[in-house]
């Protein structure tokens, strides 16, 4: 039995040859292809039939306070950079105002949030595919796992483009440091610092990886061979990133309306609870022995890339730093949300952000090569494969039996004439006066603007 060629080699190698089972021929990796790709065909059909039906026409929680600068009653300036939450959104924002403004319709975001993580999971494919040197049936575990309809607010609200956008750039910013190679690493340091200025204007998810691309491409100036022009050039545009993080925090506020932080180890157990979603709402089910599972994993990972820190040292530094990003986030969510109520960590819109975790695992699996890149993938694909029906059939039940009859009989009310007083009461009566008010005026606004069904909306009470 030989060692795989990646565990001690000197020069670049561009795919693992795995030793255990003879190579495929080129029949079976077609084969393999077709079907990974009906694999991908079998969630891509199901989410745009779910996208259809639920997509929200409705503003949804957040975008209630974002209508005055979608109909360009508020200017959009300074609404790219104000705080949501702990976030900062410049990009996303920009993204999703220019969509509404294209399509007059806010369900465009819903559609292109689809089909972005759509393609971050064929692209995943493809990129396990070349470092594998072929394909795999495990592979399949990325659109199981992306685009199953459990994600419940990421397909049905607009604005859930900000986790896809996080998402797709982390991912992409996974593949620069996986494909990295002799000869290639000052292409893949400019690389990595444009993925990494993009995730800054993510929010704090964004920062965390953005943090992480900044150190990985300083550690590459230092390490990797180059001249010293090169060097200093990327050490330069590295330097951008600690200024972006403090012009971040220059007038940040805690939002006022959550709770203080419930302690560590609150905060550690809301983080694994939303670390979960990254395999659905079915791992619900099988809470705590999820949590203990996700941490197993997460050190066994970190042992086998500090392991190869000789063999493969710009890898496995740069898949360290994506690990201990993944982590942040993880821990970020449940520090952030640990006052709320005790299960906070289980909101399904945390599948996206949570997912890059696990991407890290899988192909540090890959790159460790031998049976370690066999059982890992198929381990994590097994679990993909059960848990997908149940994350499938949740989604689609959730937003039939609460999702639809609650929008359903909102757009009755609004063609029978109802004001938007009467609307907000009968609706949102939890709400404090504030934000009822806010409600009540976005739903002035867009009767004003005709848009869709709204100007049906009834006239103001006497």
Same mark, same amino acid.
């Given at each position: 039995?030989?060692?795989?060629?990646?565990?001690?080699?000197?020069?670049?190698?561009?795919?693992?040859?795995? +030793?255990?089972?003879?190579?495929?021929?080129?029949?079976?990796? !077609?084969?393999?292809?077709?079907?990974?790709?009906?694999?991908?065909?079998?969630?891509?059909? +199901?989410?745009?039939?779910?996208?259809?039906?639920?997509?929200?026409?409705?503003?949804?929680? @957040?975008?209630?306070?974002?209508?005055?600068?979608?109909? #360009?009653?508020?200017?959009?300036?300074?609404?790219?950079?104000? *705080?949501?939450?702990?976030?900062?959104?410049?990009?996303?924002?920009? *993204?999703?105002?220019?969509?509404?403004?294209?399509?007059?319709?806010?369900?465009?975001?819903?559609?292109?949030?689809?089909?972005?993580?759509?393609?971050?999971?064929?692209?995943?494919?493809?990129? !396990?595919?070349?470092? =594998?040197?072929?394909?795999?049936?495990?592979?399949?575990?990325?659109? *199981?796992? $992306?685009?199953?309809?459990?994600?419940?607010?990421?397909?049905?609200?607009?604005?859930?483009?900000?986790?896809?956008?996080?998402?797709?750039? !982390?991912?992409?910013?996974?593949?620069?440091?996986?494909?990295?190679?002799?000869?290639?690493?000052?292409? =893949?340091?400019?690389?990595?610092?444009?993925?990494?200025?993009?995730?800054?204007?993510?929010?704090?998810?964004?920062?965390?990886?953005?943090?992480?691309?900044?150190?990985?491409?300083?550690?590459?100036?230092? =390490?990797?061979?180059?001249?010293?022009?090169?060097?200093?050039?990327?050490?330069?545009? &590295?330097?951008?990133?600690?200024?972006?993080?403090?012009?971040? /925090?220059?007038?940040?506020?805690?939002?006022?309306?959550?709770?203080?932080?419930?302690?560590?180890?609150?905060?550690?157990?809301?983080?694994?609870?939303?670390?979960?979603?990254?395999?659905?709402?079915?791992?619900?089910?099988?809470?705590?022995?999820?949590?203990?599972?996700?941490?197993?994993?997460?050190?066994?990972?970190?042992? $086998?890339?500090?392991?190869?820190?000789?063999?493969?040292?710009?890898?496995?530094?740069?898949?360290?730093?994506?690990?201990?990003?993944?982590?942040?986030?993880?821990?970020?969510?449940?520090? #952030?949300?640990?006052?709320?109520?005790?299960?906070?960590?289980?909101?399904?819109?945390?599948?996206?952000?949570?997912?890059?975790?696990?991407?890290?695992?899988?192909?540090?699996?890959?790159?460790?090569?031998?049976?370690?890149?066999?059982?890992?993938?198929?381990?994590?694909?097994?679990?993909? &494969?059960?848990?997908?029906?149940?994350?499938?059939?949740?989604? /689609?039940? @959730?937003?039939?039996?609460?999702?639809?009859?609650?929008?359903? !009989?909102?757009?009755?009310?609004?063609?029978? #004439?109802?004001?938007?007083?009467?609307?907000?009461?009968?609706?949102?009566?939890?709400?404090?006066?504030?934000?009822?008010?806010?409600?009540?005026?976005?739903?002035?606004?867009? =009767?004003?603007?005709?848009?869709?069904?709204?100007?049906?909306?009834?006239?103001?009470?006497?």
């Amino acid at each position: 039995m030989t060692d795989n060629p990646l565990r001690g080699s000197v020069g670049p190698v561009n795919a693992i040859q795995l +030793p255990y089972g003879p190579p495929l021929r080129p029949t079976s990796a !077609a084969g393999i292809r077709v079907l990974l790709f009906a694999v991908w065909l079998a969630m891509f059909v +199901p989410g745009l039939m779910y996208v259809g039906r639920y997509a929200l026409v409705t503003p949804y929680v @957040d975008e209630w306070g974002f209508v005055p600068v979608l109909f #360009g009653e508020r200017p959009a300036g300074p609404w790219l950079w104000e *705080l949501h939450n702990e976030h900062r959104f410049p990009l996303p924002r920009l *993204l999703y105002l220019g969509l509404f403004r294209l399509s007059g319709d806010l369900r465009t975001g819903c559609w292109v949030s689809f089909l972005g993580i759509s393609l971050v999971a064929a692209g995943l494919m493809r990129l !396990a595919r070349s470092v =594998r040197g072929r394909p795999h049936i495990a592979d399949a575990v990325f659109p *199981l796992l $992306l685009m199953q309809t459990g994600q419940g607010e990421n397909l049905y609200m607009g604005y859930q483009m900000v986790f896809m956008l996080t998402a797709a750039l !982390a991912a992409a910013l996974l593949a620069v440091i996986v494909q990295t190679a002799g000869g290639n690493q000052f292409r =893949r340091g400019l690389q990595a610092t444009i993925l990494g200025w993009l995730l800054l204007t993510c929010g704090a998810a964004g920062l965390a990886y953005g943090a992480a691309a900044a150190a990985w491409v300083v550690y590459l100036a230092v =390490r990797a061979p180059m001249s010293g022009r090169r060097r200093i050039a990327l050490l330069s545009l &590295a330097a951008a990133t600690p200024l972006y993080v403090a012009l971040y /925090f220059q007038g940040y506020v805690r939002p006022s309306h959550h709770p203080p932080s419930a302690g560590l180890y609150e905060s550690a157990r809301i983080g694994l609870q939303a670390q979960a979603m990254a395999l659905g709402p079915a791992a619900t089910g099988i809470w705590p022995v999820i949590a203990v599972l996700i941490v197993l994993v997460g050190l066994i990972v970190a042992a $086998l890339l500090a392991l190869r820190l000789r063999s493969d040292q710009l890898r496995a530094v740069g898949l360290l730093l994506f690990l201990a990003a993944a982590a942040a986030v993880t821990f970020g969510i449940g520090w #952030g949300r640990s006052g709320f109520h005790a299960d906070m960590g289980f909101a399904w819109r945390y599948g996206w952000v949570t997912a890059p975790a696990v991407w890290v695992a899988y192909f540090t699996w890959l790159l460790w090569g031998g049976r370690v890149s066999v059982y890992g993938p198929v381990g994590l694909l097994v679990t993909a &494969a059960v848990v997908a029906p149940v994350n499938t059939v949740s989604g /689609f039940l @959730d937003a039939e039996n609460r999702v639809r009859p609650t929008e359903a !009989a909102w757009e009755s009310d609004v063609r029978a #004439g109802m004001s938007a007083a009467e609307l907000v009461r009968k609706y949102h009566p939890e709400y404090g006066p504030g934000a009822q008010t806010k409600m009540v005026e976005a739903l002035r606004l867009m =009767r004003a603007h005709r848009y869709l069904y709204y100007e049906s909306l009834g006239a103001e009470e006497s």
